[in-house]
């Protein structure tokens, strides 16, 4: 829960708050969150919003839902400490003037940063064939379809395992997986529809036969926030995953994702219990070193006109936090960048953070008071 502020100045439009927590050293800090709202300009920088939202306090989820019937669909703010930008998009696929298609590649680059492509797919379901790979049926033709982790590859598997459900550590809420080759697993099962052009899923390879394959099977792809108990995530807060044996490199791994060699150092318990890794919420390749807040961005098939271009405002909050010493000014630190696609909008949130002695500090600790502008 965010620390109250007192005698914080009062604005009409920032929403703030002051949070304790750890840098990437594990050294105590306080922060001051601040979250602004903008308008997106196509081929200009964004402008302020009439209204800026308020912090998020609390994960909200997709259909009104809860985390174990749907994805996250706002992350909360609060995350005193993150060491590089999350970008992170909500919205749907849109084919362009919309005449339907069956399959178009989305995309969202930070130009001279970074970029991510997706492939986004219309509705399939597996046929179940005796002793042969099964088949997937054509593709529906679409003109939207909503970027979510629930319709990227991942699932449980009830059935299969006597000893409990089985869940894809990478995605637990996704389509696609099959454990056993069952006709009545398999036949009619739904199909991801958002997948990563260069590592499709095919019939000879999703069959993993073994929970312990799990690692070979695809990375689920969005745009969108990658939730906490989620591989790789969740082992930086010391989550290991189950069914994987020790010395197995994973594809995160391979991608500098994760620690080298994190399995066999995790069980020899020599790694740290939490690291300020696990709150990068980000798709993975959407986590940057801290922007500026004044780059370039452009969306790839994720709005009616194909293509939009757009920059970031280039404006920052001032920041000051009093924590008994007076007041001090604090570098800002650009911690998200959301963009929500069918309000044409962006989310910035900042943060700017004053180290403190530690928690015996906090007893005699008088004064508490930030200020916004």
Known sequence: MPVTVAGAKE???????????????????????VKRTYDIVPNGPAVRA????????????????????????????LAPFKSLTDVVFIGKAMAMGGKPVTAMDVGLQVEGVGAKIVRVIGQRRCVFQAGRPPVFTPP?????????????????????????????????M???LILKYQKEFVD??????????????????????????????????????YQRTWYPR??????????VET???????????????HIVLARKSKLPGFHVRFLQGASQGLSFPPLKGDETIKLRGLTPGGMLKFALPG?????????????????????????????????????????YPGIEYLAEMTTLAAEVE
Do not use: C
């Not at 052009?197 to 929970?211: C, F, Q, R, S, Y």
């Not at 010395?247 to 060699?261: A, S, Y």
């Open 140 to 172: 529906e033709p679409f003109t939207e379809m909503e970027i979510r982790y629930d319709n990227a590859y991942g699932g449980k598997d009830k059935q299969s395992l006597p000893e409990g459900p089985f869940h894809y550590p990478r995605n637990d």
């Open 247 to 261: 010395g197995t490199m994973t594809k995160e791994e391979f991608l500098g994702l994760i620690w080298k060699d």
């Open 11 to 33: 604005k009409k439009k920032a929403g703030y708050a002051v949070q304790p927590g750890q840098d990437e050293a594990g050294n105590p800090i306080f922060s001051v969150l």
């Open 174 to 176: 996704g389509k696609g």
């Open 315 to 355: 404006e920052t909050p001032m920041l000051r936090l009093d924590i008994g010493g007076g007041m001090q000014r604090l570098d800002p630190v650009l911690h998200t960048v959301q963009i929500r696609g069918e309000e044409r909008q962006l989310d910035l949130v900042w943060r700017g953070s004053l180290p």
């Open 234 to 243: 969740a082992f930086y807060a010391g989550s290991i995953p189950p069914y």
């Open 188 to 225: 009619g099962m739904e199909l991801p529809t958002i997948e990563d052009p260069a590592d499709l899923l095919t019939p000879e390879g999703m069959v993993l036969n073994v929970p312990e394959a799990w690692p070979r099977g695809p990375m689920p792809q969005g745009l969108g926030w």
């Open 50 to 77: 009439e209204e800026d939202l308020p912090l998020t306090p609390i994960d909200e989820y997709y259909d009104m839902g809860d985390a174990q019937t749907s994805t996250v669909k706002y992350e909360a703010d």
